[in-house]
């Protein structure tokens, strides 16, 4: 038996990307709507935080699909 988490690859997709699809990545990974994760990390920002470093990371690290 393989979890959900298993079956969900970790790439940005070539389809539903605003910026570099990082967001969208995420989303799909977590089984998340890719809206509230961009709602999520626009929030986020307002707060103190390495958020932008943590997404050019990301951007980086992620491949694409």
């Known amino acids: 038996m393989t979890s959900p988490l298993r079956t969900r690859s970790f790439s940005r997709p070539r ?6 699809g990082v967001c969208a990545g995420l989303a799909q990974r977590f089984g998340m709507s ?14 103190p935080g390495p958020q932008i470093l943590a997404y050019l990371a990301l951007w980086a690290l992620m491949p694409s699909e």
Not at 15 to 20: K, L, P
Not at 34 to 47: D, K, T
Request: aromatic share 4%.
């Open 34 to 47: 890719p809206g509230l994760v961009r709602i999520l990390f626009v929030v986020s920002c307002l707060l």
């Open 15 to 20: 389809h539903n990307r605003r910026i570099a």
